[in-house]
């Protein structure tokens, strides 16, 4: 997780009204994907991970700053590609405070079979996405 918020780090103050996630995908101890959500907000740090692991995804780990996001937006649901690319389990920082995802996204995770826990780094996610979150209280 401490990757994922490192990636998250990179992109404070760049990802627009979106938060600057971090994701990391791992397999067999080694980090085959690394993404932070881009410039502007878009694409997902989720999708950037995606793209680098490529069918290596498959089986592997995820570990994302923020609950991957459950609701068609600008872009189709983070959750949907996590589930298509076969990741065995997700280790998810914080929960999403947004009222279309909070806690849908960890469950859609969950009913698809895929080992979702949530609270992993939580202290330092918070702190590496401080002032997205000030701007949802």
């Given amino acids: 997780m401490n990757a994922a918020i490192a990636a998250s780090l990179s992109q404070a103050g760049r990802t627009g009204e979106n938060p600057n996630v971090g994701c990391v995908i791992v397999k067999n101890g080694v980090i085959i994907g690394r993404g932070a959500t881009a410039d502007g907000g878009r694409p997902h740090a989720e999708t950037l991970a995606l793209a680098q692991a490529g069918a290596a995804a498959r089986g592997a780990d995820v570990y994302v ?38 806690f849908q996204g960890a469950a859609k995770l969950q009913e698809a079979g895929i080992d979702t826990s949530i609270g992993l780094c939580e202290i330092s996610a918070k702190e590496a996405m401080s002032d997205w979150l000030k701007n949802r209280a």
Wanted: proline letters at 13%; one cysteine or more; aromatic letters at 6%.
């Fill in 65 to 102: 700053t923020l609950e991957p996001c459950s609701h068609f937006g600008q872009t189709p649901p983070c959750t949907d590609a996590l589930i298509q690319a076969g990741i065995q389990r997700c280790f998810i920082a914080l929960i999403d405070p947004d009222p279309r995802v909070n």
